[in-house]
Structures are given as C-alpha cells and as structure tokens.
C-alpha cells in the first residue's frame, strides 16, 4: 500500500549564509547536548536581543579578531576500548566560516 500522504518540501534559503552554522562547522558525530542549532538561531536573530546582551555576544563571538580561541574537544566511542577525539571550533570562528561562504 502506497503512503497517501505527500512529503513536504523544505527549501534552503541560499541567502542565508548563517545556515552554515548547522552544516559546515561542526562534526557530525555531535551529542545531541552540544547542537549547533540553538547558535544558529540566535546568531541569525542577534540585532534582536537586548543591548546588554548583544554588547556581550559582540564582544565574545563577533568581534573577536585579537584574542587566542580554544575549540571545545570531547570524545566519542570508537569501538569497544577505544575513543575518538573530536572538536568544535571556537564560536568566533565559526561566524569567521559564515564570512567566508558569504
């Protein structure tokens, strides 16, 4: 029996350069605790949050051109005795990367 019901399509908004937030810039073996889409969604709504808090995230992650940026590692199950070590770039970089496709 043939599913009735249609798949709806989701179109990739080419302009939307942040999108690389989600795709690109970090490893797809993520937990599901350290997802780049929260990130996506307020770097992409930034100008709408308070002062205080854009003044901050400006700050840290826009601006951040002179300070040395750690990446975040944590590993994951290889197989049965051995680890794999991963990283996510430093949230500065990773708009770096958005500038970059841009």
């Given at each position: ?11 990739i908004d080419r302009k939307d350069f942040f999108r690389v937030l ?81």
């Open positions: 029996m043939l599913n009735s019901k249609r798949k709806k399509r989701r179109w989600v795709t690109e810039t970090a490893p797809y073996d993520m937990p599901f605790i350290i997802s780049n889409n929260g990130f996506y969604e307020n770097i992409r709504n930034v100008t709408k949050f308070s002062k205080n808090n854009y003044d901050l995230i400006d700050k840290i992650i826009l601006n951040n051109k002179k300070r040395y940026t750690i990446p975040y590692r944590y590993k994951i199950v290889k197989n049965d005795t051995e680890f794999r070590e991963l990283s996510l770039i430093h949230p500065s970089n990773q708009v770096s990367a958005v500038k970059f496709y841009e």
